[in-house]
């Protein structure tokens, strides 16, 4: 249920990227069995095995209809960025009915909250369309870190589908770099941003011009993080 990495060619010109201090995936087709890259990751995820990686489970909702293709490569991407924290991810698509994919918690958002920790083992990630420009506006996701119930983070794909007919950049690319992003909030457990790298609130096109060169990463620190953080949540006790 792990996946591979992939790499696409893209650069953005004219625009910036913003994203919403709420602003987070892989793959298995429609029918939920796994792609061809998930499958080879699995074995090396086994638990009977002695594996020096957390391997954390991301449960994704579609609730955009984005196509099976383009979802693979998104999550390859977003894997690969992963990878840079030694954090191995398991892709997991649930139904798109079920009350889990269009639950909200904003727990610990507020000032003075101690929220109780999460007791799932795994992420939610749900991909939507049709929201109205004034929720989150010039966010292409938002991520609810402290979130006990429902989404973890939310990912608007036709804002993505927007900004890729505007600039060039494909959109799994992007949907890609998005995922990591949210779903680096959330094993960062912040809604803050850093100066460079994957977690910048605006991304300009050098970003994606210079990837290969390490800039669309995680810091040092991060990674440190991200990987304490995920280990964490691998071996939690769902109730």
């Known amino acids: 249920m792990c996946t591979a990495d992939a790499r696409s060619r893209s650069r953005i010109s004219g625009a910036w990227l913003a994203f919403s201090f709420f602003l987070t995936l892989g793959w298995l087709s429609p029918s939920g069995t796994i792609s061809a890259a998930s499958r080879q990751s699995v074995a090396q995820c086994d638990l009977s095995e002695v594996v020096p990686k957390p391997c954390l489970c991301i449960r994704l909702y579609n609730l955009a209809g984005v196509p099976p293709q383009t979802l693979d490569r998104a999550a390859e991407e977003a894997t690969r960025i992963l990878a840079t924290a030694a954090v191995d991810i398991v892709w997991q698509q649930g139904p798109a009915d079920s009350p889990e994919a269009r639950a909200f918690d904003h727990t610990g958002h507020g000032k003075g909250q101690h929220p109780k920790p999460d007791t799932r083992n795994y992420l939610v990630v749900s991909i939507r369309r049709g929201d109205p420009a004034s929720a989150f506006p010039g966010a292409l996701g938002f991520a609810l870190p402290d979130a006990q119930i429902g989404v973890h983070a939310t990912i608007f794909y036709d804002r993505i589908e927007q900004l890729t007919q505007l600039v060039i950049i494909t959109a799994p690319r992007m ?11 959330l094993l960062l457990g912040s809604t803050e941003h850093s100066s460079a790298g994957i977690m910048k609130a605006i991304w300009d096109r050098t970003d994606f011009q210079y990837d290969p060169a390490g800039r669309m990463e995680f810091n040092p620190e991060q990674r440190r993080v991200i990987r304490e953080r995920a280990s964490v949540r691998v071996l939690r006790q769902p109730e």
């Open 175 to 185: 949907l890609g770099h998005v995922m990591a992003h949210e779903i680096g909030h």
